[in-house]
Antibody, heavy 116, light 113 residues
Framework: QVTLKESGPGMLQPSKTLSLTCSFS??????????VSWIRQPSGKSLEWLAA???????YYNPSLKSRLTVSKDTSNTQVFLKITSVDIADTATYYC????????WGQGVMVTVSS | DVVLTQTPPTLSATIGQSVSISCRSS???????????LHWLLQRPGQSPQLLIY???RLESGVPNRFSGSGSGTDFTLKISGVEAEDLGVYYC??????????FGGGTKLELK
């Protein structure tokens, strides 16, 4: 059974660094072709792909946010991380991690509010 | 980046009615390997998105066969043959042909008439 679960701070202040964790089970990120993405969704709006990391450790970023994003994974290939630097109010959203390029499995999402 | 335009933005339907949602791409989504990476997701109220159809027309496991996808190049359609109450929510198309970045359509909200 494939599951993913996001975790994060809930709320943080502008200019801080947001750190998110995606913990997953039921598949291995070391499997050839596997990829895990981060996607976010401001309340009432559409989805925005942010970053991804694949089985080989290659990293992919949304060009519009690339300078602020860092994606990584742990050595056991059961967690993927995302850091977003210099957050502001526009980064308030629900953040999801999802498996594969077809996004066949999603986590429940974690709501992040940026507020002073 | 590839822009996906979904129409209509809102769709009102009665139970049992058949409906279609359009997704138009700013570029052809035919990959050089011959595949087309255009997928459809449904996000029910308060839930995470779920995959319905991948690669234009392939039904994800466990998805009812009243859902079907078609299209090629830049024009794609999701059809629901007989809407049921559990189908209400927001539908998104997403492309992976020209990833990264993967890009999503703006969404189509399906509501009861």
């Amino acid at each position: 059974q494939v599951t993913l679960k996001e975790s994060g701070p809930g709320m943080l202040q502008p200019s801080k660094t947001l750190s998110l964790t995606c913990s997953f089970s039921g598949f291995s990120l070391s499997t050839s072709g596997m990829v895990v993405s981060w996607i976010r969704q401001p309340s009432g709006k559409s989805l925005e792909w942010l970053a991804a990391i694949d089985w080989d450790g290659d990293k992919y970023y949304n060009p519009s946010l690339k300078s602020r994003l860092t994606v990584s994974k742990d050595t056991s290939n059961t967690q993927v991380f995302l850091k977003i630097t210099s957050v502001d109010i526009a980064d308030t959203a629900t953040y999801y991690c999802a498996r594969d390029g077809s996004f066949d499995y999603w986590g429940q999402g974690v709501m992040v509010t940026v507020s002073s | 980046d590839v822009v996906l335009t979904q129409t209509p933005p809102t769709l009102s339907a009665t139970i049992g009615q058949s409906v279609s949602i359009s997704c138009r791409s700013s570029q052809s989504l035919l990959h050089s390997n011959g595949n087309t990476y255009l997928h459809w997701l449904l996000q029910r109220p308060g839930q995470s998105p779920q995959l319905l159809i991948y690669s234009v027309s392939r039904l994800e496991s466990g998805v009812p066969n009243r859902f079907s996808g078609s299209g090629s190049g830049t024009d794609f359609t999701l059809k629901i043959s007989g809407v049921e109450a559990e189908d209400l929510g927001v539908y998104y198309c997403v492309q992976g042909t020209h990833a990264p970045p993967w890009t999503f359509g703006g969404g189509t909200k399906l509501e009861l008439k």
